[in-house]
């Protein structure tokens, strides 16, 4: 998470689970991020995993409660933002 552009990373797609409220590095990590993330939570278990407080760096969108299909949901916004939609092909989400 601190060095995303060394990677020519566009945009982070993140899973902070139940570390969403209570890690302060995280909240840290995340207020120095010079990328947009996409937060994704599965809640495959019917728990819903807390969502990070607002104002924690360059939070795209959060995608919460679709189980497996959140991290598809969250790569394909992940792609649409960079303009990459087409790299998708044949990518589905849904049930």
């Known amino acids: 998470l601190r060095e995303p552009r060394r990677d020519n990373a566009d945009i982070v797609l993140l899973d902070p689970g139940r570390c969403a409220q209570a890690s302060e590095r995280l909240r840290d990590a995340l207020a120095q991020l010079r ?7 599965d809640d495959q278990y ?12 360059p939070r795209a969108t959060v995608v919460n409660g679709y189980a497996a299909q959140s991290y598809v ?3 394909w916004i992940a792609l649409e933002r960079i303009g990459c939609a087409d790299c998708a092909n044949d990518i589905r989400v849904g049930t």
């Open 35 to 41: 990328v947009p993330y996409i937060e994704v939570h």
């Open 46 to 57: 019917g728990a819903m995993d807390p969502v990070m407080p607002p104002g924690n760096g």
């Open 73 to 75: 949901l969250a790569m």
